[in-house]
T-cell receptor, first 110, second 117 residues
Framework: DAKTTQPTSMDCAEGRAANLPCNHS???????VYWYRQIHSQGPQYIIH???NNETNEMASLIITEDRKSSTLILPHATLRDTAVYYC???????????FGTGTRLTVIP | NAGVTQTPKFRVLKTGQSMTLLCAQD?????MYWYRQDPGMGLRLIHY???????AKGEVPDGYNVSRLKKQNFLLGLESAAPSQTSVYFC????????????????FGPGTRLTVL
């Protein structure tokens, strides 16, 4: 599975959009980009995933560059409850290993 | 549905003691996983199971054993605990990934905080 690189930490003002980048320059054609988050040492929670098209669900949007070497998770209106560590993971469909890096610690500021 | 539950929530062991962590899921998932998370680190896969009666090694399997006697349960055993096994242990489960959509979400339990003195 391809490795990912994320900034260690980011701040975002409450109510503003949070844009979390991820670099996955060695991603292969059949690997998906997944995002999970972990709130205050709880179990990780799935947010969204995508292959090459942009995706949106009730939690977030995922923008994947055309060359698929990087992506951005967008939380459109960040709230205090979005303060968490966000993990970008690249994985083959059906693979069982989720390789978590250290993620990005997002702090939403009132 | 309770989802994924873990027992116990907290435990303190002395070096050399043994214990078993229990994970249970009520979502009829085929696959189950055990991860550990050390302070400031991401999760690392210890062992996993793709079905009742099957187990496989993950990234950091040494010092642990697992069993999947029932589909809904996945047990993680420490035969002789060491301080290096002080960690938070997470269990997860899911169904086989959907090839068309790529959907392969894992559902995580709340974690077990283990301290080995």
């Amino acid at each position: 599975d391809a490795k990912t690189t994320q900034p260690t930490s980011m701040d975002c003002a409450e109510g503003r959009a949070a844009n979390l980048p991820c670099n996955h320059s060695t991603i292969s054609g059949n690997e998906y980009v997944y995002w999970y988050r972990q709130i205050h040492s709880q179990g990780p929670q799935y947010i969204i995933h995508g292959l090459k098209n942009n995706e949106t669900n009730e939690m977030a949007s995922l923008i994947i560059t055309e060359d698929r070497k990087s992506s951005t998770l967008i939380l459109p209106h960040a709230t205090l409850r979005d303060t968490a560590v966000y993990y970008c993971i690249v994985i083959l469909t059906g693979a069982n290993n989720l390789f978590f890096g250290t993620g990005t610690r997002l702090t939403v500021i009132p | 549905n309770a989802g994924v539950t873990q027992t116990p929530k907290f435990r303190v062991l002395k070096t050399g003691q043994s214990m078993t962590l229990l994970c249970a899921q009520d979502m009829n998932h085929e696959y189950m996983y055990w991860y550990r998370q050390d302070p400031g680190m991401g999760l690392r896969l210890i062992h996993y199971s793709v079905g009742e009666g099957t187990t496989a090694k993950g990234e950091v399997p040494d010092g642990y054993n697992v069993s999947r006697l029932k589909k809904q349960n996945f047990l993680l055993g420490l035969e002789s605990a060491a301080p290096s096994q002080t960690s938070v242990y997470f269990c997860a489960s899911n169904t086989p990934g959907q090839l068309v959509t790529g959907y392969n979400e894992q559902f995580f339990g709340p974690g077990t905080r283990l301290t080995v003195l």
